[in-house]
């Protein structure tokens, strides 16, 4: 037997179904369906993704496919009682649409009304008793062939009308007489013909093949090559192209159109929710020219085809077990299904709908969980702004940390400090931020920055703790000292109110009320399933008590990073290691660190009660020293005069901590090889903490993190040196606990020599941040002026600091963990950097079989559900493919 | 038959040969050669390196080894007629030393007249009729013993021979009274026994165990172990004790010592050099306590002695087919050959030694080149200071770029460039340098830098010259405003003369002469072999047609690195970049570039003609653009009134331009993306200067270079561009050029990803500098402050930055090839970092397959001979092993 080109719908038969979306298309899979369902849908065919790659490869059809598509030409033509082509009778008018696996913008979208001529139109004139319904369908078939098919400017065809309705004195398209538009077909016909030197196709068959080939050709086009290269989607899937046989809402008081959801995509409550226009065609729906009314009116409207579309409605949403997106046509009392597909809905729906169908026995537990978009669940957490309220827009950021959030502009962290005290809430605008503003940062609502990317200081903390931030928002301009910004020739002043929406990336003037958040009984119901799915452990980057007691209440299970240096940064702290930075030799060093113990201790102290049960990874001082010194001249009188030091002295201790590179300078384990006192010091602070929390009865179970190793030699050397002060500890307080030293995979050396590493370490914990820093040699703090151009430009397909590069950085992690495992079989491998609450860069973990994922704390959910996801998947490497064309879509 | 544990030699007969070095250590092994070879050599035996790993693994030597050492103790009193512990006739004295296959520091030295106790002593003075020496011997033995074996603190030995000397009112040891020194022994012996609770051990053998196991003992002992952790020599390779026959050369006016060369080791001529002592033993000779006498002086005092010698040190040369470095002694008479090593020499020597061996017929080409150390070469190439001064030194910093020069002091660039117009020799002394120096660093003598390291850009750019620099001197401290810098509590001035040595990294005061290098014809016919020999072509680091001809005198074949950069600082052209940097669209970009592309042009056709019949690899512009643009208030004046352009305009420049991390920010092919009008004028200047210059008969064959790709789609996109030009200037000109398209190597992430990149890219050259600073995440400018600490404590074996880093980013390099070399078969790969001038990455490259290596000019020699040795040493994986170790001492 032959191959097949073409698969027929209609009259409750189809060679089709919805499992063949690969050679159909979404579309097209789903008209066979609904037809087999015996839902109305006017009957048509699909040529398959087949014929369009054939089409490719050969640079012509099939050769089987012209004598195909007549064929079924001629079966519509016997379903319909129409002819195609006909001066007499019924003309058989038709749609043709692409359709692809994936929707794709770029592609060929739909021709209306094809096989109209002069000589159809008197035909068609005949049957419908209304002439300005025809040359209205007319016309507009010549502009959309004209446009899509032929590539005709479409501005001369909007010139053309709009001339028209200036002639006629009227303001909309509906107004025009039949007359004028019949008119307008000439015109918009010469108009072809000027342009692209032929008489524009009056042959249907022609008309058709043109369509045809537009759809095919259109794969190709330079818009959906793009989106293909940019999302990964193989060149080769290649579009289907549906025909099929045109209905009409337009057609009288017995007619209209609408679109509908089979539940409230807002809500997720269970109605029927949707909106519908009383002679009207589909377009006229969502073009917004006229106003919808709401579903329901239908019922007094149409009461017959309403009682049929809420019965079919149903029907699909139970066969497809899905909240279902349906278009449909009543054409002169007949109802007539024309699409439908799933319905896009907000993360509330999605957990609402999801939920209840497990209880309504629609689909399994499983299913719900994969049903929810972990992206999505975020925005469950955090307050939003109040819809009812008009917005007045200043300028657009980065949506660098979401939540909205509203207080009084100010420009010095320390004026925030202040204010936040008098009980101000209070949005913190810098350039960009630095760990010097971390108490600043800590008392404002949000934070606002002019400079630097998604993973700027500013965001990363702001991330952290949970505060909306807008960053990079490059339409302000900053004049700090002069008390005021600037945005689109409007100066804010200190003191003002504004307010951010790190959703959105959106500064507003003035206070806007925000709505907090309420986590529903659905969904601690999904993340009770998730969590029973899931392989990977959900850990949070946690640094003060409060952020892990929340982040505990998101579901962590225990801290995969708390960084120590904003430890450092209270005014009494800061004094005691810049008395260190200027000592001179290591007792002097160990007495000024000695200083910090015991407010180190009862930090962790605080934390371990926090995560009592749960292990805490705790990294050791990783900054470069000459963030706890001051920059301006002002700053370094006062840290003199404070420490009674000689201004001299501190100014060249500012210029010898200077560096080219601080990013690529002496941190990290650098500081801990050279400085092996401030080792001591933090590894005798965790340690006495832990003891004693121990003693209170608390189940401890601290990890101790070396960061920036990049040499096996290095991490030995920090081990050793803790494992002497852990016994040291150990003695003095007469209890042991038990703990693990380990390191940060965050440099591609490290990656690179994981197996001599992992001798010594007891855990991996991949630092994405600066992996992807180091493996691209990509500054975050600089790629502001490039890396967006790179992502609008197709060259890289996302931001890498957001979403975990896998082709390159990917490669790396996965080589650390294999070497690392390799050395050592228990190793615990987790990941730290901000990819760990990214869905995708979640699954790739789960995939290569990392312990957990660590992230802040309001994406510990969306970790949670992305890892159930992952591993419900996982069994089904097809299903899988699905998952990642999905992420794509 | 049994295992072997032990090898006698002596009388002519031996049990091992030089080939079992493994085995029996380099001295156990030479002493076996020098016996069978008919030498005269004390009768002894060697304990093997097997008996110490059986030592190491089961803590005892094995129980076969006392037996064996009984044998052999017999067959040497048999062959000595003297008797171990004999307190009648003569005893047998014995030296015991450790042999390890190499000489490693911190291994159990020597212990000397062993077999000494109350008894023996007794006897010997009878025999030798010199209390004297008797009890001088034994107080050594008993010191030495008690330090090495014992572990005595060596100070109590010192203070009561010092105390001794006191009382005796004398000043040397050689002065003290026999029966000073018999007391001093009954001293030394009570000494131990305080030390140890033990008595003294008086048992001749109980002596020998005691120093055999001190010997395998010292193997692992900190320093040993540290030695070779940092050499990377594996821990089993064991050491072999040699046990010997003591002989004495302070003996009387018949006795001596002495050490010799079998040529001159400084110039390498064919004499009989070294110095000797009459009636000295052979630690006197070095001690330097006496004046040693000219070897020839023996002829006069012991002319039978020195006659043997004379044959037997030429009969050595002759056998080893090497120079040798000797050490002997004469006793009453009788000469006894101590050992034999190949001797040290310096460049010159080498060079001279290895062509003349070939001419003497005892060596072949392939052996004279790998008897030269490519490292030293450079040596021969640069001036160095005159010897015969003694130098006024202010500071040591690094040797960051070698050769010896005068001039004075300027602290400025533009002061350098007016003085060195008037004629005056300047060495510009900076804190650091940057681009914007070039032209003063041009002019300049040499360069003295206060901070960075080996690889700052002063001593890239220095050595890329061929000039001498000094780098972070860290002692000098540099008032530049105030016109002077202070060394020393010294204040030197603008203006006054100062002299550079770049080989040692001394900084003088004064003008030093220096003397100018000539290079020998030996070292011709040695360049020209080793070129015969090597597969790994060998090209040079230049940006100016001058450095051009330069390394093409030194041998290069072609350029593997061309930066452009250095082009763009003329005071007309920075004018111009600038311009373009301003601009705010591309038409003016393009206006603005549109100057600087007849400069580029000429620039590139200079270039061209210097390497006539090579190809040129010229790299895009790679700095981030505010390298351009101005820093200080004042500078940014100028630069506004120079540009007739509002102060403001500059000032946001610079402020938008600023950089948190330049190293990582926008610069390399993301310059090329962001502004294609850059890449478009250098490819038009490279092109239209190739297709001029091939006009005039100039075999050209440039190779388009874009740095810092990290994605192949960057890539690609300025492939394109390239492409385009190349037609547009093809058809303008009417004349075709071949040309090539490639990238540099120089992030991880490149050579993660290489197969993809290559699908496009027709060459690949590894920037290792930036390859090793993301690898590492080491900033080189300011790893000053920790990586020299890391290369002290041995937590790294090698600044990475002079010595490719084989286990991290060599792994880069070798699937960056590898892969790249997948995709595309005949992908040309080479290496454009510093390393291409540092032998062992050169034998690294080599073994890796890459086409070549790139250097700068003075490097272009090293690098050819090491490219040789590597290829001579292949086919032979032991010789090799054998290279690799000796890379180590």
Chains 1, 2 share one sequence.
Not at 102 to 109: C, E, H, T, V, Y
Not at 241 to 269: C, I, L
Not at 742 to 765: N, W
Request: charged share 25%; with cysteine; hydrophobic share 40%.
């Amino acid at each position: 037997m032959s191959a097949r080109w073409v698969y027929y719908f209609g009259d409750g038969e189809a060679d089709g179904n919805q499992n063949l979306k690969d050679l159909l298309g979404g579309k097209g899979a789903n008209l066979a369906e609904l037809t087999l369902m015996g839902v109305p849908v006017p009957p048509g065919f699909t040529i398959s993704t087949d014929a369009c790659r054939h089409y490719m490869e050969q640079g012509d059809v099939p050769p089987e496919l012209p004598s195909e598509v007549q064929r079924n030409i001629a079966r519509l033509e016997e379903s319909t009682g129409k002819g195609f082509g006909a001066s007499e009778g019924q003309p058989l008018l038709l749609s043709v649409r692409s359709g692809a696996k994936l929707s794709m913008p770029g592609m060929m979208d739909t021709v209306l009304n094809l096989g109209l001529n002069d000589r159809t139109a008197q035909a068609l004139a005949r049957e419908s008793d209304d002439e300005r319904f025809v040359w209205d369908s007319y016309r507009r078939f010549v502009q959309m062939y004209g446009d899509v098919v032929l590539g005709v400017d479409h501005h001369a065809f909007e010139a053309a009308l709009s001339e028209l309705r200036d002639r006629e004195g009227v303001k909309q398209d509906t107004e025009l007489s039949a007359d004028g538009l019949k008119g307008l077909v000439r015109t918009f016909l010469d108009l072809v013909e000027d342009a692209t030197g032929s008489p524009f196709p009056s042959d249907p068959e022609e008309q058709l093949w043109g369509a045809i080939n537009a759809v095919f050709d259109s794969w190709n086009g330079d818009r959906a090559m793009a989106y293909r290269r940019h999302h990964r989607i193989p060149d080769d899937l290649g579009t289907a192209v549906n025909v099929q046989t045109m209905v009409y809402g337009n057609m009288g008081a017995d007619s209209g159109s609408g679109v509908a959801f089979t539940r409230d995509p807002s809500t997720g409550e269970k109605v029927f929710y949707g909106e519908f226009l009383l002679n009207a065609q589909g377009e006229d729906v969502v073009a917004g020219t006229r106003d919808p009314l709401p579903i329901t009116e239908m019922e007094r409207l149409l009461p017959g085809p309403y009682a049929e579309l809420l019965e079919v409605q149903d029907r699909i949403e139970r066969h497809y077990r899905e909240m279902q997106d349906v278009e449909f046509t009543v054409e002169r009392g007949r109802l007539y299904m024309l699409q439908t597909r799933a319905g896009k809905r907000t993360a509330a729906a999605a957990v609402r709908i999801a939920v209840e169908m497990v209880d309504e026995g629609l689909i399994s537990p499983e299913t719900a969980v994969t049903r929810v978009d972990p992206e999505q669940v975020e925005q469950l957490l955090h307050p939003g702004l109040d819809p009812a309220v008009e917005p007045d827009q200043l300028a657009v950021g980065l949506p660098a940390s979401p939540g909205a959030a509203a207080g009084r502009v100010v420009f010095d962290p320390d004026d925030a400090v202040r204010l936040a005290e008098e009980g101000e809430p209070v949005v913190l605008v810098r350039q960009e931020t630095s760990p010097d503003d971390f108490s600043g940062m800590a008392v404002s609502q949000g934070i606002l920055t002019s400079r630097g990317g998604m993973t700027s200081h500013a965001a990363v903390v702001a991330r952290g703790m949970g505060k909306p931030c807008v960053a990079g928002a490059r339409e302000i301009d900053i004049h700090g000292r002069d008390g005021y910004f600037e945005a689109q020739g409007r100066r804010i002043k200190e003191g003002e109110w504004i307010t951010l929406d790190g959703a959105s990336g959106r500064v507003l003037l003035g206070r806007v009320p925000t709505v907090e958040p309420e986590l529903s009984e659905q969904f601690r119901r999904l993340m009770e399933w998730a969590d029973g799915f899931r392989r990977l452990r959900v850990r949070t980057n946690a640094d003060t008590p409060q952020d892990a007691a929340k982040a505990r209440e998101f579901g962590a299970e225990g801290i995969g990073l708390c960084r120590t240096e904003h430890m450092f940064f209270g005014a009494e702290r800061i004094l005691a290691i810049r008395e260190m930075i200027l000592a001179s030799d290591a007792e002097s060093r160990r007495t000024a660190l000695g200083k910090l113990l015991p407010m180190q201790q009862s930090d962790f102290e605080g934390i371990f009660r926090a995560m009592d049960g749960y292990p805490v990874t705790i990294r050791l001082l990783d900054p470069p020293l000459h963030e706890f010194l001051p920059h301006g001249d002002e700053e370094m009188e006062e840290m003199a005069q404070a420490m009674g030091r000689p201004l001299l002295q501190v100014k060249v201790a500012v210029e010898r901590h200077r560096e080219a590179n601080p990013m690529l300078g002496h941190r990290g384990v650098r500081l801990g090889t050279t400085v092996p006192e401030i080792t001591e010091m933090q590894a005798r602070a965790i340690l006495q903490a832990a003891v004693k929390v121990a003693e209170e009865g608390v189940s401890v179970l601290p990890e101790i993190m070396i960061p920036l190793v990049a040499v096996p030699e290095e991490f030995q050397r920090q081990d050793q040196l803790i494992r002497a002060v852990a016994e040291l500890v150990f003695n003095e307080r007469g209890r042991r606990v038990d703990y693990l030293v380990g390191t940060m995979i965050e440099l591609p050396r490290a990656a690179l020599v994981a197996d001599r590493i992992a001798e010594t370490a007891e855990f991996f914990s991949f630092g994405t941040n600066d992996l992807t820093q180091t493996a691209f040699g990509i500054s975050r703090d600089d790629s502001g002026s490039f890396l967006p151009l790179y992502i609008e430009q197709g060259l890289l397909p996302e931001d890498p600091f957001r979403v975990l590069d896998q082709e390159g950085v990917g490669q790396l992690v996965e080589m650390g963990t294999q070497r690392g495992r390799g050395a050592r079989q228990d190793l615990k491998v987790g990941i730290c950097g901000e990819h760990g609450g990214d869905p995708s860069s979640v699954t790739f973990c789960h995939h290569l079989g990392l312990d957990y994922v660590s992230c802040s704390p309001f994406r510990v959910p969306v970790a949670r559900l992305a890892a159930a996801i992952a591993a419900l998947y996982e069994a089904d490497t097809e299903a899988q493919e699905e998952q990642r064309l999905q992420t794509v879509g």
